[in-house]
């Protein structure tokens, strides 16, 4: 199994920055795309970014240009730096992968979600 733990969530007021990180245990083989989702009150999970195991990124277009997802696969940790934040991205953060551990084949799994509001 593999488990994920978000850290860096809080308040910040608009056009602040926050960083969050999530970092990957237990007894994996291997991780391939690692990402970010969020979900704000009353409105569905949605994808934020994506990176793959060789580094390539994808966005949203709605944090295209102030979010910046990375991973350093020595940790099996991604991050996301969250840089001009606005009210709108006021939601619980997931962290989610793509990942195989030993006895089983290619899983998802989530994190438990890090709470992050930005204040007008």
């Known amino acids: 199994q593999v488990q994920l733990v978000e850290s860096g969530g809080g308040l910040v007021q608009a056009g602040g920055s926050l960083r969050l990180s999530c970092a990957a245990s237990g007894s994996i083989v291997g991780i391939n795309v690692m990402g970010w989702y969020r979900q704000a009150p009353g409105k569905q999970r949605e994808w934020v970014a994506s990176i793959t195991s060789v580094g390539i990124t994808n966005y949203a277009d709605s944090v295209k240009g102030r979010f910046t997802i990375s991973r350093d696969n020595a940790k099996n940790t991604v991050y996301l730096q969250m840089n001009s934040l606005k009210p709108e991205d006021t939601a619980v953060y997931y962290c989610?992968?793509?990942?195989?551990?030993?006895?089983?084949?290619?899983?998802?799994?989530w994190g438990q979600g890090t709470q992050v509001t930005v204040s007008s």
């Open positions: 989610n992968c793509n990942a195989r551990s030993y006895g089983t084949s290619w899983l998802p799994y």
